[in-house]
C-alpha cells in the first residue's frame, strides 16, 4: 500500500501569502493519478486539482500543482480569506484503490 | 447537473445492522465508479473501498475488508455502505464520491451521513 505523508500538519499564513504544500509518497506515483482536495469545517471535500497539476472545473488559478514520482506540491500564490481549509493529497493505484493524505491544515496567522 | 445524495444521519447501538445509500443523478450511474469514504470525528480521510455499478465490480481497502459491504441497485442509481454489527468506533462521517474519468480523482461528493454509534 502506497503512504502518502503530507507536510507540514499545520501551516500558519496570512492573506496574500503564498501557501505551499507539500505530499511525498512511500513509492512512485503515476501522476496522472494523484489529486488535492480541500475541506472546509462541515463541508465533503472539494476536487481542486487532478493528474498532479490539472485544476478542476471551477478552480481559481491562484491554486497550482506540481510534482511527479514521489514529491508533489500544491501551490496557492497569494491566499484569500476562504482558502484556509484542510488540504488533502490522494493517489489512485491499482491495489487497493485510493489512499489519501493525512492533511494539511492551513490556517490564519 | 451531477448530484450524489445520501441517506440521513443514524443513531445506532453496538451490534445493530445498517445500511446507507448513496443516489446519483445526472449522469450514466453505470459508468462510473462510486466509492466511500470514512472521516472519524476530527480526523482525516480514509478510501473505504469502491464498486462500478455496471457490473457490481467491488474493491475494498484492506483495512475495511470484512467490516464492511459495498453494494449497488443500479436500477435506482443507488450505491449503499453496510455493516451487519456496528461497534462504537464505527462513528463517523461517510461519504459517497464519484470517480471521475479524470485520473480517477473524486469529482462529485455526496453531501455525507453522519452514523453514530452509542449504547
Known amino acids: 500500500e502506497i503512504v502518502l505523508t503530507q507536510s507540514p500538519g499545520t501551516l500558519s499564513l496570512s492573506p496574500g501569502e503564498r501557501a505551499t504544500l507539500s505530499c511525498r509518497a512511500s513509492?512512485?506515483?503515476?501522476?496522472?493519478?494523484l489529486a488535492w482536495y480541500q475541506q472546509k469545517p462541515g463541508q465533503a471535500p472539494r476536487l481542486l486539482i487532478y493528474?498532479?497539476?490539472s485544476r478542476a472545473t471551477g478552480i481559481p488559478d491562484r491554486f497550482s500543482g506540481s510534482g511527479s514520482g514521489t514529491d508533489f506540491t500544491l501551490t496557492i500564490s497569494r491566499l484569500e480569506p476562504e482558502d484556509f481549509a484542510v488540504y488533502y493529497c490522494q493517489q489512485y493505484g491499482s491495489s487497493p484503490p485510493e489512499t489519501f493524505g493525512q492533511g494539511t491544515k492551513l490556517e490564519i496567522k | 447537473e451531477v448530484q450524489l445524495v445520501q441517506s440521513g444521519a443514524e443513531v445506532k447501538k453496538p451490534g445493530e445492522s445498517l445500511k446507507i445509500s448513496c443516489k446519483g443523478s445526472?449522469?450514466?450511474?453505470?459508468?462510473?465508479?462510486i466509492g466511500w469514504v470514512r472521516q472519524m470525528p476530527g480526523k482525516g480521510l480514509e478510501w473505504m473501498g469502491i464498486i462500478y455499478p455496471g457490473d457490481s465490480d467491488t474493491r475494498y481497502s484492506p483495512s475495511f475488508q470484512g467490516q464492511v459491504t459495498i453494494s449497488a441497485d443500479k436500477s435506482i442509481s443507488t450505491a449503499y455502505l453496510q455493516w451487519s454489527s456496528l461497534k462504537a468506533s464505527d462513528t463517523a462521517m461517510y461519504y459517497c464520491?464519484?470517480?471521475?474519468?479524470?485520473?480517477?480523482?473524486?469529482?462529485?461528493w455526496g453531501q455525507g451521513t453522519l452514523v453514530t454509534v452509542s449504547s
Open positions: 513509492q512512485s506515483v503515476s501522476s496522472s493519478y
Open positions: 464520491a464519484r470517480r471521475s474519468t479524470l485520473g480517477a480523482a473524486a469529482d462529485y
Open positions: 445526472g449522469y450514466s450511474f453505470t459508468s462510473y465508479w
Open positions: 493528474g498532479a497539476s
